[in-house]
């Protein structure tokens, strides 16, 4: 009888699966306790210099002792991390994350698939979840989407489609120089700057993206878009693109997609939609209404790790026209040759309708996320922290020394404290909230004024949240101007 198969010496598997079954245990128990017991710790905290210093050592050369590095993050890494996670953060828009979709991420690491094709059941995971996205947005069978690290990815992929709709095939041998036509595309101040660095990566140019003004709601001006693209087809421009938005970055606005569509339709153009956080609004019957025209749009990009509360990351595109989609990524390469059966079946592989070759199993987490909770819990949530912004703006307008400086869309509040040189002390005091740990927003600019910004995106976060965020605000308010 032939010996027990023994392990190649080089493998990097452990010799005792006893000992890191146990590790592991201890370590998922104390990610659960992190997560139980986040109220009870600062939402962030800096970072002492003597931490910072542990992690310029040398590359390590020899072996080095799992439960020791477990320590290691558990004393000097998770507790000086942005913050997220907690009840308290309201900085920027970064969603808190679930148990079950950290558990999910889990098994995908064990799994350890590569997404960029192949026969292989992870990738009908990953087309099961683009069925529902198509069902979520009204798109037809016939859309393509796929999962990429944020909408970042997803507003450049939704460029390159509609330059290659602008300019034909040819654009992927030839580039944009060997055209005639000098594209212009469209959006609106308020729009996150990834829109511009698209047009940058996609070779067109920062400068061919033309930035419309505001109305008072902060969205974008339909008059001043319309006039904008007339002037250029009369300056020999071919208008391509139209990109709105469902959630300023800023205030929360979301432009007029409905007109936006009925635009874009008149005029031929390419009605692309950065949805990052807004887009899953979708979830909500309360917010939905306010999306409408999004199932008009010929591409939505979207993050699943805001709203949708999947763990970092999960970025989404959507394209209506599912075939231009592959046609403008789709390799023909001889090692990525298809075959009707076997492994290399299962055309055509997600790498077809981007950039990426190799992917992790994204779509697991969010499978695990949307199965667990449902759609209509998740849309409640969603809800939620509406409801937390309207509770927040009434608290600040009951309040003598706060001012509101923009208005409530959705969920971002821009608020200051009432002094002189308040531009200079509000940003001192969300520096204060910061290193206070008890809540750590963001600041932006609004009508040339600093605001300080609360994105409320958690799910955890309640009303004892908001009330600390405010009751903090007034204190390092009245302390800073007492020392001017």
């Not at 979840?129 to 970042?152: D, H, I, K, M, Y």
């Not at 008059?223 to 938005?245: K, S």
């Not at 492994?343 to 996320?369: E, N, V």
Request: aromatic share 8%; proline share 6%; glycine share 10%.
């Amino acid at each position: 009888m032939d010996p027990k198969p023994q392990p190649p010496q080089s493998t990097l598997d452990p010799a005792d699966w006893h000992d890191i079954r146990a590790q592991g245990h201890r370590m998922l128990d104390d990610m659960f306790d992190y997560l139980e017991h986040l109220r009870e710790r600062p939402v962030w905290q800096p970072i002492p210099q003597a931490v910072r210093d542990l992690f310029h050592e040398p590359l390590p050369r020899q072996p080095g002792d799992l439960a020791a590095l477990h320590a290691s993050f558990m004393q000097d890494i998770l507790p000086y991390a942005v913050g997220n996670a907690h009840p308290g953060f309201m900085g920027w828009v970064h969603g808190g994350g679930t148990p079950v979709g950290m558990l999910a991420d889990m098994l995908a690491a064990g799994l350890n698939a590569n997404l960029g094709g192949r026969d292989q059941m992870p990738v009908e995971v990953e087309r099961q979840v683009v069925q529902w996205v198509r069902e979520l947005f009204g798109f037809p069978a016939s859309a393509s989407g796929l999962f990429v690290t944020g909408t970042s990815m997803a507003n450049l992929i939704g460029v390159l489609v509609a330059r290659t709709a602008a300019l034909g095939l040819g654009v992927r041998q030839h580039g944009i120089a060997a055209g005639d036509k000098r594209l212009s595309a469209y959006t609106s101040a308020g729009a996150h700057g990834c829109i511009a660095q698209a047009m940058d990566l996609s070779g067109l140019g920062m400068a061919s993206l033309r930035i419309i003004p505001m109305n008072e709601r902060y969205e974008m001006d339909l008059a001043a878009l319309e006039h904008r693209i007339a002037a250029d087809r009369a300056a020999g421009f071919t208008p391509f693109f139209i990109a709105g938005t469902a959630g300023t970055v800023d205030v929360g606005a979301i432009d007029d997609l409905r007109a936006l569509a009925d635009i874009a339709h008149k005029e031929k153009i390419w009605f692309h939609i950065d949805g990052a956080y807004g887009a899953l609004g979708m979830l909500a019957p309360d917010i939905a209404p306010r999306l409408a025209g999004i199932e008009r749009a010929d591409s939505i990009a979207f993050d699943f790790h805001k709203w949708g509360q999947v763990p970092y990351d999960a970025g989404f595109i959507l394209v209506r026209d599912g075939a231009l989609h592959y046609d403008t990524f789709a390799s023909p390469a001889a090692y990525l040759r298809r075959e009707s059966c076997g492994l290399a079946g299962g055309s055509p592989w997600p790498c077809d309708f981007g950039p990426d070759l190799s992917r992790g199993f994204r779509a697991l987490k969010t499978w695990f996320t949307i199965k667990a909770y449902g759609a209509e819990k998740l849309g409640q949530s969603i809800s939620a922290t509406c409801a937390l912004a309207r509770y927040m703006q009434t608290g600040i307008e009951q309040a003598p020394m706060l001012e509101l400086l923009a208005p409530v869309s959705l969920n971002i509040v821009c608020f200051g404290y009432r002094c002189a040189d308040a531009d200079k002390v509000n940003a001192q005091i969300a520096v204060d909230l910061q290193e206070s740990g008890i809540a750590a927003p963001s600041t932006t600019t609004v009508n040339g004024r600093l605001a300080i910004r609360a994105a409320i995106i958690n799910h955890r976060t309640a009303t004892s949240d908001i009330d600390a965020l405010l009751q903090a605000t007034i204190a390092f308010g009245e302390a800073r101007t007492q020392t001017i």
